[in-house]
């Protein structure tokens, strides 16, 4: 692919404006301090202008019949918001520092859950730079960006948007974001940008006021679904993966994270998930690109591998179900979809790291179905574990993180799990040095929408139990916003530093011992065992066999088997096979 089909066209004097309405003939272009131009149009849907002048830095918009002022939809800068006009950018103008940058195989994935807004004080691409250095020093490999396409206010996190193609306005401005990626590359760490294809948000998205961008046809939990396969659905389709390309290709991003794919409904031969991921690849050409899912199906056929061993779609899914075996582990509740988990769950535990999915096709009684499909035969890689992410953080009342409420011992024991499995890890920022600060919902919308935004809120969470509706803060407040930002200043104190050190020395144990044995693994590599509270997990990972033995509960157990091979990594008191509260080992045998 040599261009995109939307958006603006530079040319050597003159700016080549694009955009797709079938629904209007007459559609006029609006560029600032200057008279309204009428497009040309044609019979598939397309109205283009070339206007002579017009160039970089050029903000433009595109007026309907009826008057209304709409901009790009593939705009790639909005600098006064959703609302305001498009700028036009030369992307191809940034002076990449290292081209040759091709990535990094999956296996030395660690990934690193960040949220630009609030990950420094200043909230913007450029200061997110700055503390690039203590994230490679603390072992990660690949940060995991929330999304950025532009949406409506200053603050949010990123799933509303309604700008795919535009870096959020409020980070910085497309260059600076090149330069976020550069800088990490720099230092040996991948980018990962998460993607929203599954919805638009409320607020300024003015793609239904002239495409049919979505289908009564497929039904979401936001509504009608995104037109994948009805009439005039072939340039909705490229509009989206053609976004794929543009943020791996452009931005040189090493892999997007596809939002809650199970709500991207298509009855094409050739479903939208599989065309995206097959260009995408072969758009990146010999560059590592991996491509992540949410999947709450379970459908582990978009992990499938090929002969090879090599993922042909998707790359890997966030596994919830490794982390709400972990969660009720470490905190003990059991309301909601956790009580699915809570039942037997020392043996959930061990099947979720030897396997994968806990849920391979069982009935779930909080989703009143079964749930998931066989997962064992895939790699280990094939899922991404974590203890905390801005889900299960902040889809909780208060939005606050476990170390809020719980003692160290059980958070380290599930962290020297997770963080040493052949599963790919991923943090959440400040997790490291055990960060206090709540992640709760945010946004910023106008306020008819702030107002329905704080009921549904108060609705979706006085249904949990322990939490009172009334003490929850305010989603659509600066002060809520703010409450999440990280406190760099905690990373220096006692408590701070030894936390950080637990984590560097798992992550270093992690690249020096176990990664080494996971190039090429392949799947059903995992076998478990449990014998009331403990478990015992073992993976063939080339020559030697990972065991885990571990008693994640508050009481005395008793290890199902000797301990065995080289002990790698332990924490608690074993004694013979006697594993105090907490206790767990990590040991390598060979053979």
Known sequence: MTDFLFGPVLQSSSTLFRFWSPQYDRVQLKIEGQELRNMQPSSSGWHELSVNGAGV??????????????????????????????????????????????????????????HIGTFTPEG??????????????????????????????????????VMPYAPESSYGRPEDLMALVDAAHERGICVFLDVVYNHFGPDGNYLPAYA??????????????????????????????QNAIYWTRDFRFDGLRLDAVHAIKDDKE?????????????????????????????????????????????TAQWNDDIHHVLHIAATGEEFGYYKDYSEERPEKTAK???????????????????RGTPSAHLPPTAFISF?????????????DRMIASQPLEPLKAVAAVYLLAPQLPMLFMGEEWGAAEPFPFFCDFNEDLNEKVRKGRREELSRLPGFDAEDLPDPTSRETFNSAKLDWSKLGSGAGTAMLDFYRTLLNLRRDRIVPLMRGVGGNVGRYAQ?????????????????LQANLSGKPARLSQPIDGEIIYDIGRIDGQAADPWSLVWSLVDG
């Open 57 to 114: 830095g050029t903000r433009y918009s595109f007026v309907l019949p009826d008057g209304l002022t709409v901009p790009d939809p593939a705009s790639r800068h909005q600098p006064q918001d959703v609302h305001g006009p498009s700028e036009v950018i030369d992307l191809q103008a940034y002076s990449w520092r290292h081209p040759d940058w091709r990535g990094r195989p999956v296996e030395e994935l660690v990934f690193y859950e960040m």
């Open 124 to 161: 913007t691409f450029l200061a997110a730079i700055e503390r690039l250095d203590h994230v490679r020093d603390l072992g990660v490999t690949a940060l995991q960006i929330m999304p950025i396409g532009d949406f409506p206010g200053n603050y949010g996190w990123g799933y509303d948007g």
């Open 212 to 241: 049919p961008i979505f289908t009564e046809h497929h039904k979401t939990p936001w509504g009608n679904g995104i037109n994948y396969d009805g009439e005039d659905s072939m340039p909705v389709r490229e509009f989206v993966i």
């Open 270 to 314: 050739e479903h939208v998930l599989r065309e995206l991921a097959r260009r995408v690849r072969e758009a990146a050409g010999d560059r590592h690109v991996h491509l992540v899912v949410e999947n709450e199906d379970n459908n582990s056929d978009l992990l499938t591998r090929d002969a090879d061993g090599q993922a042909p779609l998707f």
């Open 352 to 370: 979720a790291l030897a396997e994968g999915f806990v849920f391979q096709g069982e009935m779930m009684e909080y989703r009143g179905e079964t």
């Open 387 to 399: 203890i905390q992410n801005h889900d299960q953080i902040g889809n909780r009342a208060l939005g």
């Open 531 to 547: 014998q009331g509270e403990a478990l015992f997990v073992e993976w063939h990972l080339a020559d030697k066999r990972l065991q």
